[in-house]
């Protein structure tokens, strides 16, 4: 039964409801392959017993024909998802051996859905980074390689969600996106990902970094399976105040596979300076499949994205300064002794915290101090604005837009790592979705020319989640992607 | 350079984050090269703009005012170190500790 | 209040923070119960610990207290308002920051209207009344090396009520206070209690020279917990900075403790750091939008506030101002008042006999109008029995005390202890008749011209009539009898 982990999870629902093999299988199908790909360093912590104890609940259910839309489906959890009993970090040392007394909604949600978990996901440390290197858990390998056979990163933050995608070892995962955390990762490893309208999940139980931002998502192997888990984790949550009360729709009901007539935006400003010929390449050629489908490109201006970075290196910072001021051991989490209190805050947040997550600490703490607050911190909120406007305006032209999903395929571990800037530019793409609140969503659509996974990425009205998955669908069947790392 | 080491010190400070007398110079060079950066944002005119906090358009949602949480002390505790609790059989809630503060 | 200096004559300018705790049954932000005491961290949410991804919900029935209070200081009620973090580290602060309103607060601009002594009243501004958080507790005697921390305080509503700096006096600040404390008390929104810390004052003193216009520095006085102890605090400091600006000093800006025991203030230690706050619009919460439908409908519901009752009871119970001012002090007083006012021909009457009788009787025992063991019912029957004449004011202050010792009625004691005044011209005309036949050496002395002898005489009819005897009509006897 070696198959039951290359199965989809429209797959696995069949399969499972037509009794062609059980929950309890699929579950120890995936708990090895777990095992075998520990090289990897995708989870934090496994919770085999926990997989396996679900799967046998869901064999119960479907047993008396009461499958839920995600019976015994195993996934992987984010680090920064607070899962009941289940000790959960973000990734940071600060947090090592807290474990919540509490359930996130989102992964609440999944369960109460059906679906397993196979531990928790490698991340960057409190989702900063684009590629899993600030995990104090050590760097997540992308199960791709490039021809010259070095380790490559998944990208980043949700670094081992993706990996574990794309090396079959769960089915799906969860992600969270707050400048490009799910789509980056998952164009970077050749699978799926969407992160959502702000408001359409709770954030209640998800570690928090940039509050305004931040947005939880499924990542999976196709679109279809994006579907079907983004309907399960979203939903309006009362201890949430920043949901929204719409209902979730059938999103695998809307993947019609019909585009015709749709108006796609292209904006101008995303071709910028430096992009890679295979980048432009397969834009363009995203561009064909659409048309041939029947949908029609439309030239827009996104004015402002050039500013969407540096109001993001603002924004998120100056929130995750004050989100992470919890985080000083008296508790919970790590407590490194001093002789004053201060000393003990200022001696556990040097040592807990890591070298990625101290510098936004500190840029953030400074953009919003006494005197540099307009300058910085008040400045980008307009220029947020503006962004936001720049898509409002677009939206008069078109109903989705396409472009790349990042500037360039996966890189070694290793590389860019001095260079805090030129690594932040991988969400030059990703991150004026994130500061508008928009759905985005990465479908896998081609293959560079070191034979590594490359993204598109579609953008959506609030809320219209549907057109995403409807033209992520066409573009996927047209991408016909079906390269496996390592293959 | 943007930040002297100073300033690095203060938000340091500031922060609660330990950063040594002689990383501080590393530490300015660091953050200044991200400022600099940002400051590009300078040379849009932004004069008539709104400042944007949310991107949601829904109001405030209010809850009713009525006790649904709390009553779990040792929960609350559960993670903490060296907390003290009020009785070792019973859980009748117990105390956070920290260094001693002088007011 | 005018400091005489050594160089001239000195203004003291004072502004007041309260601290007013929501009368709530839950938090602000979270379902954890508001109440006081509890077992330590008991009444703690995950919410209010700051725990990993938990998020702040508001407290709708918080936020109509505030819209009450501000409505209840004459403000205006912002329809929209927007809560900030406001950054700074400190053990019993879990999340290190407290959510609070910094530019944009629920309610701005309202006024309180000072009852002073003489019936002098004097308007103080309300610059702002904005929601908050409350921090944890901090103890710091349990242990030799260690501080303990008790969150149940942690995340409770409180209403920072700032006013303008234009009180100029300790007993105006007092007067201040207690009309804040009174109003907050009417609405239901605060009980006052400033000993428990419900409501709790922060006072900015600074000095200038009489006819100076510019303010002088200030410092901030925090941890004063009675009104007396604000006003004492205010005092010291205001001495103390003139001291100081006389010897040729400055005054630095900073914030000091007010120290009970030894009657000074002085320099907070553990705020040595500059602060900086780094506020910014909290990004868990949206703008809090208040429906114009809902405050007019709270305006609506509103009770009577002390300063229209005080001008109620002035015209319709043609009290003084300073009478009514008393009574209206505390809602419980107004309404004890005007059960046993209603509906009498000399309200006035019944004012006296509350503020003089019943409230010093209270006074006495230490206890409020809310415990009093006269009810109002009772006084109002025992003035019942002094306008029907059935005793005299002076019988009533010994059944009065009576009263106050049992708690029974009137009509009873009067009843039990034969009390009932002699209304009877037969009996005083007997009473009359048997002094004067007694004392026939007075009588003479009277009727040569000593009419001083006049009280003499009443007095000892009505020791013969053991005080029974209706003063009036024993008065208008005697005459006409010793007139001869």
Known sequence: ?487 | MSLDQATVARIAQLARIRVAADDRARMAQELSTILDWVEQLKSLDTSSVEPMTSTVEVVLPQRADEVTDGGYAEKVLLNATDPVRVSTTEDLGGFFTVPKVVE | MILEGKTGKWEIVVGLEVHAQVVSKAKLFSGASATYGGNPNAQVSFVDAAFPGMLPVINGFVVEQAIKTGLGIEATVNEVSVFDRKNYFYADLPQGYQISQYTRPIVSGGKLVLDMPGGATKTVGVTRLHLEQDAGKSMHDQSPSKSYIDLNRSGVALMEIVSEPDIRSPEEAGAYLKKLRAILRYLGTCDGNMEEGSMRCDANVSVRKVGDTKFGTRNEIKNVNSIRFVMQAIEYEATRQVEVLEDGGTIVQETRLWDTARGVTRPMRSKEHAHDYRYFPDPDLLPLVLDPKAIARIKGEMPELPDAKKVRFVEQYKLTPYDAGVLVAEQEQADFFETVAKGRKDPKLAANWVIVELFGALNKKGVGVANSPVSAANLAGLLDLIENDTISGRIAKDVFQIMVETGGDAASIVKEKGLTQVTDTGAIDAAIAKVMAENEAKVAEYRAGKVTLFGWFVGQVMKSTGGKANPAKVNEILKAKLAG
């Open chain 1, 1 to 487: 039964m070696a198959e039951l982990v290359d199965l989809t999870i429209a797959q696995l629902r069949d399969g499972l409801s037509q009794r062609k093999f059980s929950a309890t299988e699929v579950a120890r199908a995936y708990v090895a392959a777990v095992e075998k790909n520990r090289h990897l360093n995708a989870f934090v912590v496994e919770t085999p017993e926990l997989a396996l104890s679900q799967a046998a609940d869901s064999d119960a259910r479907l047993a008396k024909g009461q499958a839920r839309a995600l019976e015994g489906v195993p996934l992987g959890i984010k680090d920064l998802f607070c899962t009941k009993g289940v000790q959960t970090t973000a990734a940071s040392r600060i947090l090592e051996g807290f474990k919540p007394p509490y359930e996130s909604t989102v992964t609440q949600n999944l369960f109460d859905a059906g679906a397993s978990m196979l531990g928790k996901l490698n991340m960057d440390e409190f989702a900063m980074g684009s590629a899993n290197i600030t995990s104090h858990f050590g760097p997540v390998k992308n199960p791709w390689k490039r021809k010259d056979g070095k380790d490559l990163v998944p990208g980043g933050s949700s670094g081992g969600s993706a990996a574990a995608v794309a090396a079959h070892i769960v089915a799906g995962a969860t992600g969270t996106d707050t400048g490009g955390s799910i789509r980056q990762p998952a164009s970077f490893t050749g699978i799926a990902g969407i992160k959502p309208t702000y408001g359409r999940c709770s954030r209640w139980g998800i570690v928090a970094f940039a509050s305004s931002l931040d947005q939880a998502g499924p990542m999976a192997r196709d679109v279809r399976d994006c579907a079907i888990l983004l309907r399960a984790m979203a939903g309006h949550d009362p201890k949430d105040s920043t949901s929204v009360p719409t209902p979730v729709p059938d999103y695998e009901a809307a993947m019609t596979g019909n585009v015709k007539g749709l108006r796609f935006g292209i904006p101008k400003e995303y071709r910028v300076d430096g992009m890679p010929a295979e980048i432009e390449k397969l834009w363009q050629q995203g561009i064909d499949w659409l048309k041939a489908a029947g949908a029609e490109p439309v030239e827009i201006s996104l004015p402002h994205t050039k500013y969407a970075l540096p109001t993001y290196y603002i924004i998120a910072p100056a929130e995750a300064s004050s989100n992470l001021a919890r985080y000083d051991g008296v508790r919970y989490g790590l407590r490194v002794p001093g002789n004053s209190l201060d000393e003990m805050y200022e001696n556990t947040r040097a040592e807990g915290f890591g070298a990625e997550v101290r510098r936004r600490i500190l840029i953030g703490t400074y953009v919003l101090s006494a005197g540099y607050y307009d300058a910085y911190y008040l400045k980008a909120q307009k220029v947020r604005s503006l962004i936001f406007r720049d898509f409002q305006e677009a939206w008069k032209k078109c109903d989705v837009i396409l472009t790349p999903t990042a500037p360039s395929a996966a890189f070694g571990i290793g590389e860019n790592a001095d260079d805090p800037i030129a690594m932040y530019l991988n969400d030059v793409f990703t991150v004026p979705v994130n500061l508008a609140g928009l759905p985005g969503l990465s479908v896998p659509a081609g293959l560079s020319g070191e034979g590594l996974p490359l993204g598109l990425q579609l953008i959506a009205k609030p809320f219209d989640e549907g057109a995403l998955f409807r033209v992520g669908g066409v573009l996927e069947k047209a991408a016909n992607f079906t390269a496996r790392p390592g293959a």
